[in-house]
Every structure is written in structure tokens, then in C-alpha cells.
């Protein structure tokens, strides 16, 4: 059995299964048995079948998320939401000119969005005409798999599976010779191990990122930092298209950190069920002490601390951290933190900036604040990430990678 843990006490909520070897082969042989009678369904019908369980399941399944994962529950209602819409979105879809992988897919999510990267991953698949074999993260597994018994009632019997463990049940899956295409959210070193395997597999990996916001001179820094902070901070800092290393350009560097400052000290962190509460805790114990680790270090190497770190009690609750004078040779500045801390460099131009920026095998997104709009985008357009705006970073639109970040292949058998 696999423990799942509440991040705002640290303690335990309850058990799942942890799925081996064979329960993965039953679940692929099940998927692949199921995929010839899938593709001939009217799988439109399916799909917004599979949204109304969804939008139904929010009201029970939100505080079950918010209590796994940590988010506030505002937050957990919103990613049901997004995930109702999503499955809508293809159930509009030509689904006839959708062509299918020759076999199951393995979708592998991971603990930040448990909903939304599995419907994302889930909803297209259908769409085409593939069954799938869904692995949540062992952090987070308890919503998925509620989630997935109820959408199994509305879908053939095979269709989707949920397997729920430790690793290395994920490296079962995806080894599996029933296995065609490998959906994947996560670190980029997984990712790479899943490319140099020796089967042949179809790949679509979302490997997070490290991205960067430049902050022009001539920019006023009240005028961006709540929407600056937030866009480094929603979901308590876990999101792989958030602001993770600002760098600011000359004389407004001093007014960029006390405007970020002033927004972290007024923010609310708790417990995601406490009304008001606008941080929840840090998913899990190794990402919080990643955090605390990757702060204590840059301090130790001259950078300030102006507000935010680990607080005290129970759970993995850390204040957003503000770091001053931080620079390129830091880890918490040229590795993805993924959580609540936000170093921001000194720069002396522009030149500097763009390249400091885009010093990374990374690249989600990538965004230029200034208040010359047409100057920003100047600067935008010579930044090498898959997606790049002006006087704003996350936005509800999709978004696409480049480099490490996002890739699809085909490995050779």
C-alpha cells in the first residue's frame, strides 16, 4: 500500500494501492484489448460524457485535492473546472481525422496539477482513439484515482486505467511492450532516461522549465509587482511555466525587489481549506527541503534575504522568499526551484539580461516587463523560449516549449 500524506500537517490521510508488475500487465493487456471496439465509439459522445463526470465530481473531489496536494480550495475547484472544459474542447474535435498510436499510452502525471495534467494528457487521447493507462504521482494519487473510478462508469470497460505506487512503477509501465506512446510530466533527468531507453516508443514529454522575466529600466515597479509576484508564486511557487529568476536592469533594481518584498509580506499562507488562504504548503517533505536547502545555500553565497522562508509547526509551509543579490553561479538561480522562492539578479544592460536569460537548457516561457511596450517586445523577440510575452508571463492561453522543456520523438526498437 502506498501512503498519502496531508502537506498542511504532515500527517497521514490514508492508503492506496501500490500497483506492480502484475497489475500493470493486466491494465495494458485490458487497454489494448479495449482499443479496437474504443475507436469505432462515438467518442465525441464519450468525451462529454467524461466532462459531466468531471464538473459533477468537483463539489467531492476539490477538498480531497486541496487536502493531497495543498492548494487552496478555490484553486482545486478552478483545476476542475479547467479540466471539465478541456474534455468539451475535444469533444468539439474532429475525432474521425485524429489518427491513433498502434497500441495503449502511458500517461504519467505529476503532483502539482493532478487533475489538469491528467485530463490534458487523457481528453486528446481519447479524442483519437487511444486507451490509456494513467500513473499520478505518489504524492498526489488519492484524487486521480477517485477521479478515474467515476469516469470509468461512463467509458468502456479497459479504457482507462488507473495504477497507483511507488517507483519503480512508472519504469514498469513505460517498459511495458503493450505500451506505444509515453505522455509524461516532470523532471527533465526522467525525461532523459525515457529517451535513451532501448524500445521503440512515441514520446511527449513536458520536462518543466527555469523560466526568466527581464525587468526593463524605466518601468515602474509598483505598477507590476503584484502581477510580477503572482506569476512566481501561484500554487505556491510549483508551477513549471512560473517565474522562477527576475533579472532587473539597472537603476530599478532596488525598486523591483522592495515592490516584490511588499506583496510577500501582505500575502496569506495556510492550510488550502482555511478561507482567506492564499499559499497553501509545499507539496511534499523533499520538495520543501529543496527549497530550504537552495535558500540557505544562496544566502550562504551573498544573497538577502529580504522576506519569506520556512516557518514553523507542523506541514511543509514556507513564506515566499524575496532573494536580493542573487547571481548566475547560485543553484536556487540556474536550476528550477519549483516552490515559493524567487531570486532576482542585477543588471547592468539589457545585453546582459538577454543573456543571462537564456543561459539554460530550459525553455517553457519567458517573459520582458517595461513600460516602452514596443521596446519590451524588442526584447522578447531575442528570447529563446517556446513562449514569450510582454508586461505578463502566465496567461490562459496554451503555451509550447522548446529545448529540454518539451520535445516529442520516436525512439528506435
Known amino acids: ?13 490514508t492508503d492506496v494501492p501500490g500497483c506492480g508488475p502484475a497489475e500493470v500487465d493486466k491494465a495494458v493487456r485490458a487497454a489494448a484489448a479495449a482499443s479496437p471496439a474504443w475507436r469505432a465509439t462515438d467518442r465525441r459522445a464519450a468525451l462529454m460524457s467524461c466532462a459531466v463526470v468531471v464538473e459533477e465530481a468537483a463539489p467531492v473531489l476539490a477538498p480531497v485535492l486541496t487536502e493531497e496536494q495543498g492548494k487552496p480550495l478555490r484553486e482545486a475547484e478552478a483545476e476542475f473546472a479547467g479540466a471539465a472544459a478541456r474534455f468539451r474542447y475535444f469533444a468539439g474535435s474532429r475525432t474521425e481525422s485524429l489518427v491513433p498510436v498502434d497500441g495503449p499510452v502511458a ?4 503532483w502539482n496539477f493532478p487533475v489538469q495534467l491528467a485530463v490534458a494528457m487523457l481528453a486528446p487521447a481519447f479524442a483519437a482513439g487511444n486507451t490509456v493507462v494513467l500513473k499520478p504521482s505518489p504524492h498526489t494519487p488519492l484524487t486521480t484515482l477517485h477521479l478515474g473510478r467515476m469516469l470509468a462508469e461512463v467509458l468502456p470497460p479497459g479504457v482507462l486505467t488507473v495504477l497507483t505506487g511507488q517507483d519503480p512503477l512508472g519504469e514498469l509501465l513505460i517498459a511495458h511492450p503493450g505500451i506505444r506512446q509515453v505522455a509524461f510530466t516532470g523532471s527533465a533527468e526522467t525525461g532523459k532516461r525515457m529517451a535513451a531507453a532501448p524500445e521503440w516508443r512515441q514520446l511527449a514529454l513536458e520536462l518543466g522549465g527555469n523560466d526568466p522575466a527581464i525587468v ?5 515597479p509598483a505598477a507590476i509587482a503584484e502581477r510580477l509576484f503572482w506569476s512566481a508564486f501561484a500554487n505556491c511557487g510549483q508551477i513549471g511555466v512560473a517565474v522562477e529568476r527576475v533579472y532587473a536592469v539597472g537603476p530599478v533594481y532596488d525598486g523591483v525587489v522592495e515592490a516584490l518584498a511588499a506583496v510577500a509580506t501582505e500575502v496569506v499562507v495556510g492550510d488550502g481549506r482555511t478561507p482567506g488562504t492564499q499559499i497553501g504548503p509545499v507539496n511534499n517533505r523533499p520538495r520543501h527541503d529543496r527549497v530550504t536547502g537552495l535558500t540557505a545555500e544562496a544566502r550562504a553565497s551573498g544573497a538577502r534575504i529580504v522576506t519569506g ?6 506541514g511543509y509551509f514556507f513564506a515566499p522568499a524575496i532573494l536580493a543579490e542573487a547571481h548566475d553561479g547560485m543553484r536556487v ?10 531570486p532576482v ?3 547592468s544592460t539589457v545585453d546582459e539580461a538577454v543573456g543571462l536569460a537564456n543561459a539554460t537548457a530550459s525553455g517553457l516561457c519567458g517573459s520582458v516587463w517595461g513600460a516602452d511596450e514596443e521596446h519590451a517586445a524588442e526584447v522578447a ?8 510575452r510582454v508586461n505578463e508571463h502566465r496567461a490562459d492561453e496554451p503555451f509550447a516549449g522548446s529545448r529540454w522543456s518539451a520535445s516529442r520523438a520516436g525512439l528506435r526498437e
Open 107 to 110: 500517461a504519467i502525471t505529476s
Open 345 to 347: 539578479v542585477r543588471c
Open 333 to 342: 538561480v540556474t536550476e528550477e526551484q519549483f516552490g515559493p522562492v524567487l
Open 309 to 314: 522562508g520556512p516557518l514553523d509547526g507542523p
Open 1 to 13: 500500500m502506498l501512503a498519502v500524506e496531508d502537506p498542511a500537517t504532515g500527517q497521514r490521510i
Open 381 to 388: 523577440a531575442r528570447l529563446v523560449f517556446g513562449t514569450v
Open 216 to 220: 526593463l529600466p524605466g518601468t515602474d
